[in-house]
């Protein structure tokens, strides 16, 4: 009986914003952090996972805007505020990749992974579900749909 690896994070109904593609882009981030551990775990080119982890970065930068440009456009109180927790969970972001790139040995790589686990979960089970009220009150809907094919599943 082999024993699979567990996925560093799983999705959970709890997680959601109740925004279809923020909900979409925080999937896509977790399906980002769940392959580069399984593939740092099966031991891969060390090239491909920063690949992976350059995906990760840049999907982040992508959804903030998302998330940024429609708390704006909704008139969000804490935009501002939100928008400086940002800045600071992509320098977080930055300094885990910087870590794992320089990583000499596995048992760092796993520890960057927990990291890495844990500033995904502070930024979606913390902050954004504090807007989660707020969207309840908007046509968030419609205003996705103004926004074109920015609105697609991810």
Known sequence: MGSRNMPLIVWTDRMSVGVKLLDNDHKKLV????ELHDKTAAGRNRKAL???????????????????RLLAETGYHGSVTHR????????QLMELQLHFTNS???????EVMNRLRVW???HIQGADQEFV????TKSVDSILSEWGGHNRAA
């Open 31 to 34: 399906l980002l952090a769940n």
């Open 50 to 68: 920063e690949n992976i982890f350059e995906e990760l970065a840049n999907y982040t930068r992508l959804h903030f805007y998302h998330e940024e």
């Open 84 to 91: 400086q927790e940002h800045d600071q969970l992509l320098e």
């Open 104 to 110: 000499q040995d596995l048992a760092h790589d796993m």
């Open 120 to 122: 995904l979960f502070k």
């Open 133 to 136: 009220p707020h969207f309840k």
